[in-house]
């Protein structure tokens, strides 16, 4: 019995985590499509590399409600994009343009694998040129080491 009072108070307590979604009406199918495309595809300028559908950041929830009303008032995806790019800067959008500010994040991926296949073809050429060494016979190990234990109690 008490499990089962106990399960009913877990439940009760998960009541207002549920009440904090939001609800918007659209007009149609296509404005709530873009919607939620625009929400996963904008960045919240505040969380760390996170979207403003699934952040709760002040700044996030004023983006969703300023797409939300432009695209009630039939802005395009255009549009929208451009106006939180102006306001925000190039950061809030997952795919920034390619321009001379932005070029390093489009080129880093590609000079740093370009770089790693010149290191392995380095390391490689050098391996290939270094002669083979030759590894010392355990024989010659052991006298060696006797060598030197000898050398050690001779100094006491």
């Known amino acids: 019995m008490k499990i089962f009072i106990w399960l009913i ?8 985590v549920q009440a904090t979604e939001e609800v918007l009406s659209f007009e ?4 709530r499509r873009l919607y939620l495309q ?18 709760n950041a002040v700044v996030s929830v004023d983006m969703r409600q300023k797409t939300y ?13 451009d106006y939180m790019i102006n306001r925000y800067g190039n950061f809030v ?9 932005t070029l390093w994040l489009w080129l880093a991926p590609l000079l740093m694998l370009l770089g790693l296949v010149g290191l392995q073809l380095k390391r490689r050429q050098q391996q290939a040129n270094e002669p083979l060494s030759v590894q010392p016979q355990p024989e010659s190990l052991d ?9 050690y109690r001779s100094k006491k």
């Open 9 to 16: 108070v877990v439940l009760m307590l998960g009541l207002p």
């Open 38 to 55: 625009l929400t996963a595809e904008l960045r919240c300028p505040q969380c760390q590399n996170q979207n403003i559908a699934d952040s």
């Open 93 to 101: 959008h997952y795919q920034p343009p390619v321009n001379r500010y």
């Open 69 to 81: 009303d432009m695209i009630m008032q039939g802005s395009n995806r255009g549009e929208v994009l």
């Open 28 to 31: 149609n199918e296509a404005q």
């Open 143 to 151: 006298a060696e080491l006797d060598k030197l234990i000898e050398q």
